[in-house]
Structures are given as structure tokens and as C-alpha cells.
């Protein structure tokens, strides 16, 4: 059975937006996990470390950071475009390459690991 499954962070940063917004963010984000291996590089980008695989698409002003498990997909966060841009801006990172840059900043992955250890909801 596939499921999309939020972790606490992420199901209270989906939480914290009003209902209509969270209705049309799951709606666009339409994917399964054997898409993963074709998907629109315009929409969607991944970042890697160390060996672990962490995808990014990118819907309405949103950017929604997903991985795939064996039972479907796990959502990390759920974070508002400005925050990476904020983010990448502070960092005086190029936009050009920023999944590539993303992947090096230890600051991106502690975000992520704070939604991975904060567990399933």
C-alpha cells in the first residue's frame, strides 16, 4: 500500500497553513514513488549526502522535501520558497546550482534530521 507519510515537523508546518492552502499543495504534489526516477527537473530537484537522496518540489510558493521509503513517500518539511531563498541569500550562495549547493550546507541537513527524529505522525 502507498502512503504519504508526515513527520511531526512537517505535519505541523502543513498544519500551521490554512486548510484550503493544504488542500491545494497535496493536490499538486501528485507523485509516486516509481516516478522518482523521471521527474520534471523544473518542478522537482534532489540533493544528495553521504549517500541519501533527498528530492525538492517545488509547489505554488512552497517547497515540499520528500524521501522514498519502502512504504511510499516520507515528507521531511514542508517549508515557504523564502525560507530557502532567505536562506541561500544570508549564505551568499549562487541560485544557479541549488540543490548542489544545498546538499554541502550542514545547516539544510540539520533541518531535515530535526524533522527525521521528531518521528512518523
Not at 515537523?9 to 500551521?16: C, F, G, N, T, V
Not at 523521471?38 to 509547489?59: M, S, Y
Request: charged share 30%; hydrophobic share 40%.
Amino acid at each position: 500500500m502507498f502512503q504519504i507519510v508526515f513527520n511531526e515537523i512537517s505535519a505541523a508546518e502543513m498544519s500551521a497553513l490554512p486548510m484550503d492552502l493544504q488542500l491545494e499543495l497535496l493536490a499538486e504534489f501528485q507523485i509516486l514513488p516509481e516516478d522518482l526516477d523521471q521527474l520534471d527537473p523544473v518542478r522537482f530537484g534532489h540533493i544528495e549526502r553521504n549517500g541519501k537522496t533527498l528530492h525538492r518540489c517545488h509547489v505554488k510558493d512552497f517547497r515540499i522535501y520528500f524521501e522514498k521509503t519502502a512504504e511510499g513517500i516520507a515528507i521531511d518539511r514542508v517549508l515557504h520558497k523564502n525560507t530557502i531563498r532567505d536562506f541561500l541569500f544570508r549564505s551568499n550562495l549562487p541560485m544557479v546550482e541549488e540543490d548542489k549547493t544545498l546538499g554541502e550546507k550542514p545547516g539544510f541537513w540539520k533541518l531535515i534530521e530535526e524533522g527525521e527524529k521528531s518521528g512518523k505522525k
